[in-house]
């Protein structure tokens, strides 16, 4: 990278002359003049040579395409940028985006099973674990059979049959929840009962 830019530099033709006597006098002279008539807005200039002013145009005009090229690296920049900060858009495929009721259910559903995995999670014992290990892998498998029927219902948006194995999913998990606290409810009150029949 550091050769490339020497070796643009050394291909540049520029004004490496130095300017006649003067010059910069008479530029600021004229500068002053345009400054002090605010009203005029396009400033002449006598140069009186022609290799001046193709000297003077290969400097704007390099100058000019520095600018252009950093505004460019820039703006390609903050668009990297842009794409690597902004999330993605999150495309849920699920009841959602049937209609509101059906957002209203997945919430509930969703806020349902949380609850109940918390519930159970807080009933983790020794005792316990087995029922707790295998209702874990029953909800995966649910889990994973409903990811293949949002697949289902990317292609089939209006069918009803796909909607109410939607809906069918989360039942059958929350009913497997429900079931696990049963059991860890039942063999709390066994336990309870063989510790007093002891006593």
Not at 4 to 9: A, G, N, P, Q, V
Not at 73 to 98: K, R
Not at 129 to 147: G, S
Request: glycine content about 2%; some cysteine; overall charge negative.
């Amino acid at each position: 990278m550091k050769k490339d830019i020497e070796e643009w530099f050394a291909e540049q033709d520029f004004n490496t002359e130095s300017l006649p006597e003067g010059h910069r006098n008479r530029f600021l002279d004229k500068l002053n003049e345009a400054c002090e008539d605010a009203e005029e807005l396009h400033v002449t200039s006598d140069i009186s040579s022609e290799n001046d002013t193709t000297e003077n145009s290969k400097v704007i005009q390099m100058k000019s395409w520095f600018k252009w090229s950093l505004v460019a690296g820039l703006a390609i920049l903050l668009g990297f940028a842009g794409m690597n900060i902004a999330p993605a858009p999150v495309s849920d495929h699920g009841l959602s985006t049937v209609s509101p009721e059906m957002a209203q259910a997945q919430d509930f559903f969703t806020n349902t099973i949380h609850q109940e995995l918390e519930q159970l999670d807080k009933l983790q014992s020794p005792d316990t674990e087995r029922i707790i290990i295998d209702t874990k892998n029953a909800l995966n498998k649910l889990e994973e059979d409903y990811k293949l029927i949002k697949e289902d219902f990317k292609i089939n948006k209006d069918s009803k049959t796909v909607i109410a194995a939607m809906i069918q999913n989360f039942q059958n998990r929350i009913d497997l929840l429900e079931t696990a606290l049963e059991q860890i409810e039942q063999l709390k009150n066994y336990k309870e009962q063989e510790n007093e029949a002891i006593i």
